[in-house]
């Protein structure tokens, strides 16, 4: 089994000095060595993760038919149900290979920017609405989640920049 690198976000954001140092040195290495870790002490609330899990176990727990009525309403649509058989993740490299057995739901950002980004292409694409299933709780449950993992992204961004002297 490979292991992965731990990377304590926590005690990044409490450190000073020569201990932070630290921290910077060791979060460069994991990335540029590894190219990938694990973030422990995030402080996200288990009470937000658990509620999440909840209800996408909820939502994939439901008849394809159920699903279906929030199905993404074209390809490359990028927002709502996609089921099995459906994408070839192998396609995005150029092979040629039979179609994924996974199904998924995607939801995307919360807001739309005041500031449109440059690329007009790519702001309509971020910004489709998402297709909300109607379970009792899906919404909230995924928005909480969704607000605390932009948080923590930009608490991750910001120990990236340190750690590359961008800040």
């Known amino acids: 089994m490979v292991s992965l690198p731990v990377f304590n976000l926590g005690g990044f954001e409490n450190s000073t ?3 932070r140092k630290s921290y910077c040195t060791k979060l460069d290495k994991f990335c540029s060595e590894i190219g990938f870790l694990l973030i422990e002490n995030h402080a996200v609330p288990d009470k937000i993760i658990e509620s999440q899990w909840s209800a996408v176990k909820q939502f994939f727990s439901q008849e394809p038919d159920a699903k279906m009525k929030v199905s993404v309403p074209y390809p490359g649509y990028p927002y709502g149900w996609i089921g099995p058989n459906k994408e070839a993740l192998a396609a995005s490299k150029g092979e040629k290979t039979p179609p994924d057995l996974k199904e998924s739901f995607n939801g995307g950002p919360l807001q739309t920017p005041t500031k449109k980004i440059k690329d007009g292409r790519a702001y309509e694409f971020c910004y489709q609405p998402t297709i909300w299933p109607e ?3 899906f919404k909230e449950a995924w928005t909480n989640y969704y607000l605390e993992m932009e ?4 608490r991750i961004m910001s120990a990236f920049a340190e750690a590359l002297n961008l800040e």
């Open 17 to 19: 000095g020569t201990s």
């Open 135 to 137: 379970i009792d709780g």
């Open 151 to 154: 948080k923590l992204a930009a």
